[in-house]
């Protein structure tokens, strides 16, 4: 599929550009199990969607929290109580890195002078702190949460947001996410899309596919560069 020529670039943070493999020590660490992670993970992202469907907004720390806090009630042998455990492992996010890729993939498309971009479900302060540990914050124009916009991703209105905050249309931006769901929400506001398929699984044919796609994001930067100066 081919790419229109892009502009801007938006980030997805939680799993794209940071690793969240720490979260699942800090609770193996107290006494949960580590599957609990992607369970969390994924029921925390439920409960979000379902705020922003019927009209309603918390944030990403505070519905992370709640899950986390029930999930680990009832569980046997934890080293702390359920709701000191969740906020310790919602800590972690403080102290996450990038994945191995990810700086090689943004300098390129910085050179390129394309502009950078994250819009989160999580908060600004996580995303700033994480880019300056990998020493990329200065590579970011802008770093965008959906706490400014009250709606989560996937919704459409919270990609509109960003192109507002960036001063550009839809079509002349790319979402890169490894969450199809994410890239779904930004096809849907008229963003083009680059999937980042870390994990190697098919993807849904519910959704809507991805423009791009590559495993690695330098890869991936190299496509979308190409794609750009062809259009």
Sequence with gaps: MSVRAVEVVVFDVNETLSDLEPLRARLTEGGAPGHLLE?????????????TTVGSYASFRQVGTDVLHGLLTGVPGLGRAPRDLADHVLDGFSSLDVHPDVTQG???????GLRLVTLTNGATSVSR????????SELFERQLSVDDAGRWKPHPDAYRWA????????????LIAVHPWDLHGAAAAGMSTGWLDRHRKPYPRAFTPPTLRAT????????LIAGTARS
Excluded: I, K, Y
Aim: glycine share 6%.
């Design 106 to 112: 943004l300098r390129l498309l910085h050179d390129a």
């Design 163 to 174: 192109a507002e905050q960036c001063a550009a249309e839809p079509a002349a931006m790319a």
């Design 39 to 51: 369970t969390w993970f994924s029921a925390t992202l439920r409960d979000g969607f379902a705020l």
């Design 216 to 223: 690695d994001l330098a890869t991936l930067a190299g496509q």
């Design 129 to 136: 702190a994480l880019l300056e540990r990998a020493g990329v």
